[in-house]
């Protein structure tokens, strides 16, 4: 059964550096995703990705926050200057009707 | 306003009983619900989706009313290993982004 996949599954770093988070969407999923969620509370949308652009981003998305799908199958979360309360689990999702989740990279910037 | 409402609980359910436990949407222009799963430090994974005419599997049924935004999900004869958090999800239409409910937690107890 295809899944979708992230890498890595943990990644510690300094507070002020930056991350780059990858994820490899199903195959055949052409509507992509992230969210967060911060330890004890609700999963958070970020921002959604469609035909090579942005469609839809939340107020937590700001300009340290920034996607890519580099080449035909990667698609990538970077945030440029980490901070304390970017800890958090950041889910990947693809889509071609129903969402499906990646199993998550735990973020800790110490 | 939150934009969608779950009670968290904990419910204790023993084995073989039916629980019961429902969310509420705020927003009325959501199109779409979702009923996912979530066991602890977990992905979300897609239970079911829920249908205004209301839909069922297996042991599962979900349940829609609009005029009061309201989802609902019944268990039936639980077992120890439907123990995990029930996350209710509303979107506005499909590929679009999903909003989560904090979700119930559901404890199976022998």
């Known amino acids: 059964e295809p899944e979708v996949t992230q890498t890595p599954s943990h990644q510690v770093t300094q507070m002020g550096q930056e991350v780059i988070l990858r994820c490899v969407p199903i195959?055949?999923?052409?509507?992509f995703y992230w969210y967060r969620q911060i330890l004890g509370q609700k999963v958070e949308f970020l921002v959604s990705?469609?035909?090579?652009?942005?469609?839809?981003k939340s107020e937590i998305f700001d300009d340290q926050f920034s996607v890519e799908r580099p080449d035909g199958s990667n698609f990538t979360l970077k945030i440029r200057s980490t901070k304390l309360e970017d800890s958090a689990m950041y889910f990947c999702?693809?889509?071609?009707?129903?969402?499906?989740f990646g199993p998550g990279t735990r973020l800790t910037v110490l | 306003r939150k934009e969608v409402e779950q009670d968290p609980g904990p419910f204790n359910v023993p084995e073989g009983a039916t629980v019961a436990f429902n969310c509420t949407y705020s927003?009325?222009?959501?199109?779409?619900f979702f009923w996912y799963r979530q066991d602890c430090r977990k992905e979300p994974k897609l239970l079911m989706s829920v249908y205004s005419s209301g839909n069922e599997d297996g042991r599962f049924t979900a349940q829609l009313n609009r005029a009061s935004q309201y989802i609902s999900l019944l268990i039936r004869d639980s077992k120890l290993s439907d123990s995990a958090t029930y996350l209710c999800?509303?979107?506005?239409?499909?590929?679009?982004?999903?909003?989560f409910g904090k979700g119930n937690q559901v404890v199976v107890i022998p």
């Open positions: 990705f469609y035909n090579n652009e942005i469609s839809e």
């Open positions: 195959s055949n999923h052409l509507y």
């Open positions: 999702a693809s889509s071609d009707n129903e969402q499906f």
């Open positions: 927003n009325s222009a959501s199109q779409s």
């Open positions: 999800v509303a979107s506005p239409y499909g590929n679009n982004r999903l909003a």
